[in-house]
């Protein structure tokens, strides 16, 4: 059976990749100038916002998500711009916008967590991270996972490659930039974030499921308060009949419709007024 094809051409620039690209362009362009007209307020900025595991662990919490947003190096910064402009639009057009940033941040912040407990055995997570490398490889292990099978046609390159084959070269790039660069947390980040994408995926549809279940649940305990509350209602009105010496069946006709004492008296035509259950 052959196999889908996916031809990337180029998608619309909208929703949250748009919003993703056009922020961490913007940042990006904030460095530059700092680095050439101010560096300490650059060294400033990317302090604030790479990730260091020491700071983070002492409240410099935004770090888990403010990462994936610094860059330096134009390479870095145009090569995870691509994969987030290519691979994640076609993964928003799957998801929806709302889906996909939740995936992009998820697989950011997630990576970082990991990597910065890690860091904490002294043998692996050294340094600091930055780029938005983890949270694109989040997003290119759910495009293998939504895509299963495909292969991709790379322009402006002539052949088809199965996604899977992607996604196993560039674990295995990023694993050997990560032992030569001494267990780096830079590299580690990126490996997680692929683990990242997989654990986003797998609670995507367990939580679909589990929201239906819990749905369906939370309808059946509605309903038994609601017939609670109406036997206890029934009591109530019984209680007060009796003391009133009064039977309340006298007071119920063959349709179930309630009718207080004085339409008793009442004679057939009239009207009946009332209650009604």
């Known amino acids: 059976m052959p196999r889908d094809t996916i031809q990337f051409s180029l998608p619309r620039f ?8 056009l922020l961490t362009l913007g940042i990006w362009v904030t460095v530059i100038l700092l680095w050439a007209f101010d560096k ?20 410099w919490v935004w770090q888990l998500l403010t990462y994936a ?38 697989s950011s912040v997630v990576a970082g967590l990991m990597g910065s407990l890690l860091s904490l055995t002294g043998h692996v997570g050294s340094g600091s991270a930055l780029g938005a490398g983890a949270a694109v490889n989040g997003v290119l292990m759910v495009f293998y996972l939504l895509n299963r099978g495909a292969s991709i046609y790379l322009m402006p390159f002539p052949i088809q490659v199965p996604v899977l084959w992607v996604v196993i070269l560039i674990g295995g790039v990023e694993t050997a930039y990560f032992v030569l660069s001494n267990f780096s947390l830079f590299f580690l980040a990126q490996l997680l974030g692929l683990g990242s994408g997989f654990l986003w995926h797998r609670m995507m549809w367990r ?27 029934g009591k109530k009105f019984q209680v007060y009949m009796r003391k009133h010496n009064q039977d309340p069946k006298d007071h119920i006709d063959d349709a179930g419709n309630f009718h207080p004492p004085e339409d008793i008296t009442k004679k057939n035509g009239g009207d009946s007024g009332g209650w009604v259950n």
């Open 207 to 233: 939580r679909a499921s589990v929201f239906g279940a819990l749905g369906n649940r939370v309808a059946d305990i509605n309903n038994s308060y609601q017939r609670w509350k109406r036997r206890r209602a």
């Open 14 to 21: 909208q929703g949250a990749v748009r919003y993703i690209i």
């Open 69 to 106: 947003f610094v860059h330096i190096d134009p390479r870095h910064v145009i090569f995870a711009l691509m994969g987030a402009f290519f691979i994640g639009s076609s993964v928003q057009e799957r998801l929806g916008s709302k889906s996909f940033a939740e995936l992009y941040l998820f």
């Open 40 to 59: 300490p307020g650059a060294l400033l900025l990317l302090s604030i916002g790479e990730l260091d595991p020491d700071r983070v662990f002492h409240g």
